[in-house]
């Protein structure tokens, strides 16, 4: 079967948000599963910084009156195929800007053209309002059906009369703007978690859609995210001050005192260090933490870390927090791929209290880190993060219901209060830390959906459920995907000479990141555990023949990975100054 990903970013190229690492994990696992899986993106300005792109485009052509040509490159760390759509208008080094809804109907008109001319997909799978118009000009295609994920039902993109005005509008067309036009023509419109599906269907998160929604839930369901388990691994991760495993917590500390000393907040291990990475905008519940925050710091010892940008009006009031708390909150403005592993992995807790969230994703690497997440119990923060229950050592996180000050205050006081019980509190990382996070689950539910809407049994075989079913075990158990000996037990494999690859061209990397921050990177196992864990993985009789195909697949990743591992992971990013010590205040500039 061959599957076209359609999508305006793609993690670790180019990524602004969520989305960016659906469209850099999904395919991956997709291609591992042995499907046929390509991914079309704009060829940003940044993107020759990043990876190598042959000089020559493998295909010219025209849409909207444009040329454009596409150039054939491969997925970071995969063998995905990836083509890159060049045209002028995506020269400047920025995904997003003024000109967004004619770049990205421009974008999905070539994606098309090049779907029905170059290289003809089975299944289009198309991601939010930049690729809405698809599903409508595939509607007379029979044998090209679409999938339209919905990753963030706030942004429709361009109305009806823009997408008149520039581009081709069938007759049968219906829809006041690519996201409706999306939803209404799609084969399966599919949004990233079961809760958010449900809630979108009411006037309260419908972004007044929740009709038309309601009308179309016979073709609407909601999937999970996962996370690229591999690129955020806390054992084998370069980034971060130490690396360590949910056995080997102890070390985690050196990313704690790390990270205060980055940050420029007082450096106290025993501090309650609380962590925020996201985008700042209405979404992400801001105006909760900027009216009890106050409350909460005069009385504990708690410090914070925010790491975000976007709306002004946040960014001014967080700095006015961190100049009111010097030493105990930093608010880093800037998007910063490393510093948000180290809040990850060194902060105590990490905050998300949306107003809505239709997955979150940055809830699921805090929990991969041990950093435990305080969270509104909301769309995939409610599918995800389960009630912390301490007297039954149950739950992975802290949680409240309702949009409201003094409920964030309480649970936050909860979790100030558990993390004194340090046994418990471990456990509780620990918990955090050995949750299945990985795609394969969900990529299974595509599968179905896929084989579905080509007209076959919409399940899967044996083998693919066998294959599933191994690689999640593989990645909770933290002995594979880890530095342990598990070749000794289940027959050849090559995990402890690719990571070694894969450390050298990481560490020569981290050496740039921070400056010639000289660290130690080792990876702590614990041997009684990965021998147990191992007798475990073996038990499944097939392990051998599954882990000799899928180590074929990712030797070759390794090879295909050297030159863009190490890479900046977003335009933004690179803007900005190197992650050395700083004040706890820093402007956009880095002042
Ligand atoms: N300043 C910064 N520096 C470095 N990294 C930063 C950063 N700000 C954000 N990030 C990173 O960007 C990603 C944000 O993803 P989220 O899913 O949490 O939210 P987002 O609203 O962008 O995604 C939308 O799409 C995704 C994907 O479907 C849904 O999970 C989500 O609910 C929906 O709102 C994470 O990887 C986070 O670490």
Redesign the pocket.
Known sequence: MRILFVGAEVAPLA?A???G??LGALPKVLHQLGYDVRIIMPYYGFLDDKIEVPSEPIWHSHAMSQDFSVYQTTLPKSNVPLYLLKHHSFAPRRIYGDDEYWRFTFFSNAAAEFAWNCWKPDIIHCHDWHTGMIPVWMHQTPDITTVFTI??LAYQGPGRGFLEHNTWCPGYMDGDNSLVAGIKFAGRITT?SPTYAEQIQTPAYGERLDGLLSNFNHNLVGIL?GIDMELYNPAEDQFIHQTFTPYTLEDRKANKIGLQQETGLEIEEGAFLMGM???LVE?KGLDLVLQMLDRFLVHTDAQLVV???GDHYYENQLWQLAARYPGRVSVQI????V??RRIFAGADVFLMPSRF??????QL?AMRYGCVPIVRST??LKDTVSFYDPMNEEGTGYCFDHYDPLELLFCMIRAWEGFRFKDDWMKLQQRCMTQDFSWYGSAAEYIKIYKELTGQPGELTSEEEDKISFLIQKNISWDLNGKGNIDENIGEDNTEKESTETQTVIQEESTTVEDEQTQESTAPTDSSTITSQAVEVVTNHNAPEIEESLSQESSTSIITTETEVHQPTSDIEEDQPKLKPRPSISSPTGD
């Open positions: 990524k948000g969520g989305m690492d659906v990753h963030n990233v995210n990475v996201t985008r979404q790491l975000g940008s800037l998007y910063n791929d510093l948000s969230e239709p997955c979150g994703i940055s690497f769309g995939g």
